[in-house]
């Protein structure tokens, strides 16, 4: 198989801006997260837990919505709200463009 056999439906490349933090929440729950801040999202950013390798791409308005973290993080109630109360600082609003 060759490459000209795809049929690419994107190929684009852009600059983002990675922030890499690692911190433990009050409950002992250990986070290694890349937060990548790039225009494809529509001002939502990419998260990464490296250590599950589980992503999403996330804005403030899903830390609203019940059950998000827990359902694509795989984790508890308890830690999904630890890690919604540090992902309120980093994740801001959200922008859309036209």
Known sequence: MQLK??????????????????????????????VMTTN????KKLVVDMQSRLSAVLGADDLEEEGVLESVFRLTEEEAGELAQFLTFVLGEVHFTD
């Open 5 to 34: 056999d795809y049929d690419f439906l994107s190929d684009s490349t852009e600059p983002t801006s990675t922030r890499f933090v690692t911190f433990i929440t009050p409950g002992l729950k250990r986070f290694d997260l890349a």
């Open 40 to 43: 494809r999202f529509y001002g």
